[in-house]
């Protein structure tokens, strides 16, 4: 197992468009967690899920995001009609259930995304 | 509401040299986790210590410790005889106790050190 890998790691769009990112954890992690990082920002909490149950979304996360977890594996995330203020990093992460203490989370590589 | 304050937004250090990046943090909880991640250029985020708020004993990794004073909630990064390969963006972040366990991150400090 290679750790939690991102697709793509670079996108480039016209306001406007649609865009989506996956996201493949550890295998045998449960929880999965997306994060968008601004320039000069620490990164900000945006959805999680355990299994295929999205269990909290961020007010962050307006109706022009959506995130999904079929089957409890991979995850996507689609912008729909990109604004500017949408470029950021967006960082996926997974934890194993019931693990507490250290490194808990595991952080893929980012999708960083700019629009234009 | 958590919140982690890391008050540097750049430091210097020489090679070979200590050096002390500042974290602040404030919780209602009781239990709870913080943690230091380091993001290089390249922007991946990489762990590199972690702190219960039960642990007696500050937490050591390697080059890496960490100053917890519980009272002052504070959660200081050392990193001693530092290296070139340090120079990067450092982000204390704290992990609250509810189910969802997400982390809430601080603005981070640039750490750049000097030959």
């Known amino acids: 197992d290679t750790g939690v890998s991102q697709d793509p790691r670079h996108k480039i769009t016209k306001r406007g468009q649609n865009v989506t990112f996956r996201c493949d954890p550890i295998?045998?992690?449960?929880?999965l967690y997306w994060y968008r990082q601004t320039l000069g920002q620490g990164p900000e909490f945006l959805t999680y899920?355990?299994?295929?149950?999205?269990?909290?979304k961020s007010r962050l996360l307006s109706d022009r995001f959506s995130a999904e977890r079929p089957k409890g594996s991979f995850s996507t995330l689609e912008i729909q009609r990109t604004e500017q203020g949408d470029s950021a990093m967006y960082l996926c992460?997974?934890?194993?259930?019931?693990?507490?203490?250290?490194?808990?989370?595991?952080f893929g590589p980012g999708t960083r995304l700019t629009v234009l | 509401a958590q919140k982690i304050t890391q008050t540097q937004p750049g430091m210097f250090v020489q090679e070979k040299e200590a050096v002390t990046l500042d974290c602040t943090y404030d919780?209602?909880?009781?239990?709870?986790?913080l943690f230091w991640y380091k993001q290089p250029s390249s922007g991946e985020m990489i762990f590199l210590i972690y702190?219960?708020?039960?642990d007696e004993q500050n937490a050591t990794e390697g080059r890496y410790s960490l100053n917890f004073q519980k009272a002052r909630k504070s959660a200081n990064l050392v990193i001693s005889a530092s290296q070139l390969g340090d120079s990067a963006m450092y982000f204390c972040?704290?992990?609250?106790?509810?189910?969802?366990?997400?982390?809430?991150w601080g603005l981070g400090t640039s750490l750049a050190v000097n030959p």
């Open positions: 992460a997974s934890t194993p259930l019931g693990f507490y203490g250290g490194n808990e989370q595991f």
């Open positions: 295998s045998e992690h449960n929880r």
């Open positions: 899920f355990q299994n295929e149950a999205q269990l909290e």
């Open positions: 919780t209602s909880d009781q239990s709870y986790g």
């Open positions: 702190q219960g708020s039960y």
């Open positions: 972040a704290i992990r609250n106790a509810g189910n969802n366990r997400k982390l809430i």
